[in-house]
């Protein structure tokens, strides 16, 4: 079943811009993870933030997570045409330490050079 | 982090042959996960591997159609059965890395099916 729900499921920026993505879920969580899909590959780990956390950053990635909402977003600054990708958010499920993550819809992020 | 290979990396098969996936690790796991990504879509768990038992797979998807090996700690193999077109899809394994939470991917196997 899908958990996460992204918006936009799409979205282009010009290079330099800001990309935000948000991310909202159904359930209590652990955690909270994003990863990035370079045209149909493997996904490529970016941050995990956990449900006692509120905003984590990596390099020019800025994630929030506010739990009574039940929602993420993925900020990218400075975006480069090399950040073209899809955007996925996945959450475990939270009950008995289950590992098994449930995954978004995704964004599509397009940045024009 | 985890470093995971897959093979093939890409296939294309015929109508109602059979496909063996690998999915290796360079360290001792506990929990491999199948995914599969059909086209445009996002990723579906198709079911949880532990060494030495059964897999646990997910409401849809049974056995007999994703038989999953799973022999030592490092490795397992996710079997596509009778294959149809509608089963043309990337296929992902996945790992937990010890202590963090953190789930890593393998590159995924683009499987098409005429």
């Known amino acids: 079943s899908q958990q996460g729900e992204e918006d936009p499921q799409a979205l282009s920026i010009q290079e330099g811009e800001n990309a935000t993505m948000n991310c909202s879920y159904k359930?209590?969580?652990?955690?909270l993870q994003w990863y990035r899909q370079n045209s149909g590959r493997g996904l490529v780990h970016l941050i995990l933030?956990?449900?006692?956390?509120r905003e984590k950053h990596s390099g020019r990635l800025r994630v929030t997570l506010d739990t009574s909402k039940k929602s993420s977003s993925l900020l990218i600054t400075a975006s480069r045409a090399a950040d073209t990708a899809s955007y996925f958010c996945?959450?475990?499920?939270?009950?008995?330490?289950?590992?098994?993550?449930?995954f978004g819809k995704g964004t599509k992020l397009t940045v024009n050079p | 982090s985890a470093v995971i290979s897959q093979k093939p990396s890409r296939d294309i098969c015929q109508r109602g042959t059979s496909l063996t996936i690998q999915c290796q690790v360079d360290?001792?796991?506990?929990?491999m996960f199948w995914y599969r990504q059909q086209p445009g879509q996002s990723l579906t768990l198709i079911a949880t591997?532990?060494?030495?038992?059964?897999?646990?797979?997910e409401s849809g998807f049974v056995i007999d159609k994703f038989p999953i090996s799973r022999p030592n700690l490092t490795f397992s193999t996710l079997t596509v059965s009778n294959m149809s077109p509608e089963d043309s899809s990337i296929y992902l394994c996945?790992?937990?890395?010890?202590?963090?939470?953190?789930?890593?991917f393998g590159p995924g196997t683009r499987l098409t099916v005429l």
């Open positions: 996945s790992v937990e890395e010890w202590g963090t939470d953190t789930q890593y």
């Open positions: 360290s001792q796991v506990t929990m």
């Open positions: 359930t209590s969580i652990n955690n």
């Open positions: 996945a959450t475990d499920e939270g009950q008995g330490g289950s590992e098994k993550l449930v």
């Open positions: 591997a532990n060494q030495g038992s059964e897999a646990t797979y």
């Open positions: 933030i956990r449900s006692n956390e």
